[in-house]
C-alpha cells in the first residue's frame, strides 16, 4: 500500500516540527548547564558540596507536577531531571577539583 501525498506532506510537516522541537530542547539545555556551571563555581569558591538532595528532591517533585499538568508522563520527566542532575553533579565536582588544584598551585607558589 503506498502512502498518499498528502500523508507524506503531513508527515514531512510534523517531522520538521519535531526537528524544531528538538533545537529548542538543545539551546534550552545549553541555557540551563550555562547556569549550572556558574553555581558550580560559586559552590566551588564557597567550599559546597556539588549536591544537595533537598533541592534535588523538590525539583524533581516540581519537574513531576508540571509534566502532570502538561500531560507527560511524570516518571518519563523524572528519569530526564536524575540524568540531567547526574551530569551537573558531575560538572561540579570537576569544577570542585580544578579549584583545589589551583589554590594548591597557588600555596605552591
Do not use: C, W, Y
Amino acid at each position: 500500500m503506498k502512502a498518499s501525498e498528502q500523508a507524506m506532506t503531513e508527515l514531512r510537516s510534523i517531522r520538521d516540527t519535531i526537528d524544531n522541537l528538538d533545537a529548542v530542547l538543545v539551546g534550552v539545555l545549553a541555557e540551563r548547564f550555562k547556569a549550572t556551571q556558574r553555581v558550580g563555581e560559586l559552590k566551588a569558591l564557597n567550599d559546597l558540596p556539588a549536591g544537595d538532595p533537598e533541592r534535588e528532591k523538590l525539583q524533581i517533585e516540581r519537574l513531576r507536577r508540571l509534566a502532570s499538568e502538561a500531560q507527560l508522563d511524570p516518571e518519563f520527566a523524572e528519569k530526564i531531571l536524575n540524568f540531567i542532575i547526574s551530569e551537573v553533579i558531575q560538572r561540579h565536582e570537576r569544577i570542585a577539583e580544578e579549584h583545589r588544584a589551583d589554590e594548591q598551585r597557588a600555596d605552591e607558589r
